[in-house]
């Protein structure tokens, strides 16, 4: 933008300067009156001051309809003002109130860009803004990951749903980067336990992991419930156990919690299974930390169903994050709209661990990794012109 200021012995006279050096377009920015030359400030001659600006290139503002601002330059003449002032001081005045509004519907244009950044994309792009949306992708980040497929492909390969889903699937895969399953101990049992609300499937996730160490990698490993809420989880935690040949221990409170670890300081891995826990809950909460506090966790495993919505998940991880250390993610078999996932992974450095797809033992679990993340977040299917 050009900024002048233009000196002359009338409002008239002025803005005529204006209009000749700048141009019907300039903006006025600020109208002053002075007194020049005379002695110590009388007898000077009155000066008009009009400081204006101008675009230097002409800005095309596209609102919708793709209606361009030059459309409306016309002055509109406020009678109001022409009755109210001699016509010289009207003429400015007028000429003020229409660069103001230039000035306003610009601002509007800039604010409703801001507001709906990235709203509209390339037809070769949209469907995949829809696709990603579909997948419960939020906003923000559909316009980082498209913007990023813009800058790294040519127009040309966006086309190319092949190549425009292997740019998508890196860049989820640097969001989803921080894994990190359990390794066992070595001189001393690992303990894990695992938190989180009611209802995202803790017990059967530690018997998913209790049955994979001990059957398949042959470790020792104890199960350890502090559950006594729930009848059932006990219970089917003791069939567990019984399955594959841990042992499980019941803990009603803290110090038993601690009893029970020293009872199995034999063992390579120990998992706890605490009671859900409502984030909203401040008892409730405070219990779950007394027995972390007992147990001094070597990973403290927060545990989210993929079938929360993304401002419940949210709000659960902020509850539970200063306890936690890693996430397991569950339910995934039970969504089309896994991509939720990147909202809250997003937004966190904490690594994720595991992914369970089933209620099969010990099957429907993998280790977390940056590309198995981006195939529940982005699914398999390609979307369609």
Known sequence: M????????????????VKREL????????????????????????????????????????????????????????ERIASAFPAEHSA????????????????????EGFKEEKSVWPLTLLKWMNYLKE??????LINRLLSQVQQTLTEEEWEDNTKVFKRLEGNVC????????????????????????????????IGKLAAGFSIIDKRKVALITAD??????VEQLKTFGEIIGVPVEVVMTPSGLREALDLHADKELIFIDTAGRSPHHELHMSELCAFLDQAQPDFTMLVMSATTQVEDQIQIYKRFESLTSHF????????ARAGSLINLLGQTTLPTAYLTNGQSV????????????????????LPHA
């Not at 400030?41 to 095309?60: D, R």
């Open 174 to 205: 640097q969001i989803c980067s921080q894994t990190g399953p359990i390794q066992p101990g070595i001189d001393k049992p690992r303990v894990v336990a695992l938190i989180g609300p009611t209802g995202v499937g803790k017990t059967t996730t």
């Open 23 to 78: 141009g019907s377009e300039a903006v006025i920015l600020q109208t002053r009156e002075f007194r020049e030359g005379g002695f110590l400030g009388f007898f000077g001659k009155m000066k008009v001051e009009i400081t204006a600006a101008i675009e230097e290139t002409p800005v095309i503002a596209q609102v919708k309809g793709y209606r361009n601002i030059a459309e409306e330059k016309k002055p509109v003449r406020d």
């Open 2 to 17: 050009r900024v002048r200021r233009f000196v002359g012995d009338s409002v008239a006279e002025t803005m005529g300067k």
């Open 362 to 381: 010990p099957d429907d679990i993998e280790v977390a990794t940056p590309e198995r993340i981006a195939h529940y977040v982005l699914g398999e299917g």
């Open 228 to 233: 006594t809420y729930r009848v059932a989880a």
């Open 92 to 111: 400015v005045l007028e000429e003020e109130l229409r660069s103001m509004r230039l000035i306003l519907q610009k601002m509007n244009n800039h604010m």
């Open 328 to 335: 397991i993610f569950t339910k995934l078999d039970e969504t």
């Open 135 to 140: 997948r419960g992708i939020g906003d923000y």
